[in-house]
């Protein structure tokens, strides 16, 4: 890649992150539901609403799905 488009680039991630539309992953410390507890700035933040895995109604961990899913 050429300096000059690395340097664009560059610069419009800079201002993405001083606009604060800037996105960082927050890692999911607990079971896969509708609400997880994630670690954000290294402290774990309980009860955030999980809508971006296939398991956001947390049905994964029931019990009665899982009997089920195993018959």
Do not use: F
Not at 8 to 14: A, F, G, P, S, T
Not at 24 to 35: L, M, N, W, Y
């Amino acid at each position: 890649m050429s300096e000059s488009y690395l340097s664009h680039i560059n610069k419009n991630l800079v201002e993405i992150r001083q606009s604060g539309l800037w996105k960082s992953e927050r890692e999911i410390v607990s079971a896969q539901a509708g609400r997880v507890s994630v670690m954000e700035n290294q402290q774990t933040r309980d009860g955030v609403v999980n809508l971006c895995a296939n398991n956001y109604l947390g049905l994964a961990d029931n019990p009665s799905l899982i009997s089920i899913a195993k018959q």
